[in-house]
Every structure is written in structure tokens, then in C-alpha cells.
């Protein structure tokens, strides 16, 4: 079955700090790959995406993600923190066909100054 | 670009009441849109994908006639709860699919029914 899994649920690191969130994905061929962020009570703000290509995607607001095949796998990073960036954080794997999601289940990132 | 409305953000109405939510791509055209419930501290669970000018189809568990589906024009798909109950209450998004097969999400509508 297809399914997205972040594996932290929560994530707590210090302003200026380097930000590693997991994804790993079951899917039956490559699938199309996306990472959101969502501010409490808001809607979720596309991060990045990776269709095919290179495998190390950049995105807005200093993030990057790379896909890798042999992990089933594609991490989110960002080089330094700010406090702005907390928030809650999902991976969604979207299916060529019908263009439906499937969501992970979030990681929500706190930021300590 | 690829931005998407909802309205209202927030609503409170009464048990047995029914509540239309708009979602609107305001700046291009989206023949299919989805809509999400997500549960507090919980990821979204898609609920229908909604194709202009045709019925929406529904994803398992939901019941389709407390939740009608429609897509009337290509910027436009309106989400009603008919005879909300509390149980109902929920934050529901929207999105847009738009070019790359890349959803654009609403801001949300925070529902309360009491």
C-alpha cells in the first residue's frame, strides 16, 4: 500500500542550527514528491517539489530536499534556522494518475532562541 | 501566482444548520480541486476530489450527502455540511491543482457547531 511516514513526530533545534526532517515513502513506481509547510491555523505553503531530474531539489525560504531512490526517501534540510521557521511540516507523495496526496503524518518543528 | 481563497475562515453555526464553504483560485484555473478535514495535531485526510462540471467522488468513509460537492466553474468549488453536528466541527482546506500536477492549498475554515 502507499504510504508516507515521518518518522519525528516532533523536532526542537536552536535558532542558527542545521534542520534535517525525514520522509520515507512506499510507492509503487517514483512517485511525485512534496514538502509543505503549515503555520498554525493557516493553510499549507508549497516548500519544494521533485518530479525527475536532479535529485537535489531546491525550494523557498533556503530549503532543499534530495531524493533518494535507494532509500525510498526524501529529506528536507535547511543549512541554519530562524525562528520564523517553526511550524509544522509534511511530506506528501502525489500520484501521477489521479494527482491525489498522500500526507505524512507532520513534523512540527519548535525553534529555541 | 497560484493563489487560493477560501471563505469563510472561521464559522460557527447551530446543530442541524447547514454551512457552504468557497474556494476559489483566484489567478488561474483549477479543473480539479480537492478538499481536506484535518483533525487537531493531525495530518489531512482527503475527503473528495471535486472535477469541474462533473460529480465529485468521494473517498471511502465519507458520506457523500452530508458533505455535497460542487465544482461550477473552473476558479470555484463549494463544500456544504449539510445538518452539521459537533462531531463535524473541523478545520477544512482546499486545494487547487495547478500546473506540474502541484496542489495549491486555501488558507483553511475553521468550523464549530454547536
Known amino acids: 500500500a502507499q504510504s508516507v511516514t515521518q518518522p519525528d513526530i516532533h523536532i526542537t533545534v536552536s535558532e542558527g542550527a542545521s534542520l534535517e526532517l525525514r520522509c520515507n515513502y512506499s510507492y509503487g513506481a517514483t512517485p511525485y514528491l512534496f514538502w509543505y509547510v503549515q503555520s498554525p491555523g493557516q493553510g499549507l505553503q508549497l516548500l519544494l517539489k521533485?518530479?525527475?531530474?536532479?535529485?537535489l531539489v531546491q525550494g523557498i525560504k533556503g530549503f532543499e530536499a534530495e531524493f533518494k531512490r535507494s532509500q525510498s526517501s526524501f529529506n528536507l534540510r535547511k543549512p541554519s534556522v530562524h525562528w520564523s521557521d517553526a511550524a509544522e511540516y509534511f511530506c506528501?507523495?502525489?500520484?501521477?494518475?489521479?494527482?491525489?496526496?498522500?500526507f505524512g503524518t507532520g513534523t512540527r518543528l519548535k525553534v529555541l532562541a | 501566482g497560484a493563489v487560493v481563497s477560501q471563505h469563510p475562515s472561521r464559522v460557527i453555526c447551530k446543530s442541524g444548520t447547514s454551512v457552504k464553504i468557497e474556494c476559489r483560485s483566484l489567478?488561474?484555473?483549477?479543473?480539479?480541486m480537492f478538499w481536506y478535514r484535518q483533525f487537531p495535531k493531525k495530518s489531512l485526510m482527503l475527503m473528495a476530489t471535486s472535477n469541474e462540471g462533473s460529480k465529485a467522488t468521494y473517498e471511502q468513509g465519507v458520506e457523500k450527502d452530508k458533505f455535497l460537492i460542487n465544482h461550477a466553474s473552473l476558479t470555484l468549488s463549494t463544500l456544504t455540511v449539510t445538518s452539521a453536528h459537533p462531531e463535524d466541527s473541523s478545520f477544512y482546506i482546499c486545494s487547487a491543482r495547478g500546473l506540474q500536477e502541484t496542489q495549491y492549498f486555501g488558507p483553511g475554515t475553521r468550523l464549530l457547531v454547536l
Open positions: 489567478d488561474f484555473q483549477a479543473t480539479t
Open positions: 521533485y518530479f525527475s531530474g536532479d535529485t
Open positions: 506528501a507523495v502525489g500520484d501521477p494518475g489521479t494527482y491525489k496526496y498522500i
